[in-house]
């Protein structure tokens, strides 16, 4: 199954750094509708590993071990891409990072189509990976009076872990003392259930984690349920979403959830938008454009990279001194993209890099933006 992209684990992959050596990056692309067979798939791999073999092979600055080491690099990854079916459950690519010298070998399973490509750096290529976005954990709770449903995963892949079915009695009409007691009856039975669905969304919570809440519920009971709710999960919740709880199909549920949380994202990037301009505008901590960010980058200054959509531009970088450089500088060696150095130093920083897909605002200052700590 594709697997959420984190600030941590790019930040894991950011932190390799080989003495000796390279680090070779390797991108597959698995749409289903270019690469729908096994023997399309088989095509790709071959292609794609061919391409890495050549670009192993043909590298300047090698030394004799180090070449060999990389050749063992290339069919480690070529066992993997060939050693199970790595299209299955909703995987569109694949990603995988090798380096023998710092005993590497990660495979990142992609939720949407990626170019095929091969990188051979002095560090893992995590731009592809960012451009994907990072991925939120979402828990989705569906409950009604006898039965809660939670499903968990990112917001374009879900998936429905959990089912509780609690014994509550119908109501009736009969009236009467004894309709009073059993309607008391009733009502402490639908609580109960109500309880016990907050206290399993707990203990999944704990288990699995979650950035992000929707939840289903008939109007009657939220305000009860939300009460019921341990105070982690309330503060997460960003928004409802109306389905069948009992029989809704997982498709119904993505259906549901999916406009929501496309909601949140752009919300998400209007907040980080806004501070961007705040900060522009007001000369304080905002940077705008590639030579200020790539600036402000250099001194560490960075909170939040903001950068739109399929944005690149050339570069230049100073590997002596550790700096990031705008095309026209007199120093450094060129780049074609100075975007993924960027991202690399803005996640070694423990900056977040978010690619803005929603909104437009990043287009009048370059492409590319920082909100700044100071």
Known sequence: MAEPITQARLRALSAVHPEQGRVLSVFLNLDPTAFATPAARSSAITSVMTEAAHKVDQADGLTHDERLGLRDDVERVRSVLEGYDIAQNGTRGVAVYACGEEDLLEVVRLRRPTTNKVVLERTPFVEP??????AERWMVLLTNRRCARLFFGPGDALEETDRLVDDVHQQHGKGGWSQANYQRSVDKEVSDHLQNA???????????????????????????????????LLERIAG????????????????????????????????ALDRLQAGVGSGGRGAAGLAEVLDALNQARVETLL?????????????EAGLLLPPEAEQGEPVDDIVEPAIEKA?????????????TDLEPLGGIGAVLRF
């Open 129 to 134: 990976l960012v451009m994907q976005g990072m």
């Open 198 to 232: 907050a206290d399993l969304a707990f203990e999944l919570y704990k288990k699995q984690g979650a950035d992000r809440v929707l939840v289903a519920v008939p109007p009657e009971l939220i305000t009860e349920f939300k009460g019921k709710l341990h105070p982690y």
């Open 240 to 271: 409802k979403i109306a389905v069948d709880i009992e029989n809704a199909s997982l498709d119904d549920v993505h259906a549901a959830a999916l406009p929501e949380i496309i909601a949140h994202v752009t919300r998400c990037e209007r907040e």
């Open 307 to 319: 950068i739109a959509e399929n944005f690149q531009a050339a570069g230049r970088v100073d590997r």
């Open 347 to 359: 996640i070694e920083q423990s900056a977040t890099a978010m690619v803005v897909r929603y909104h």
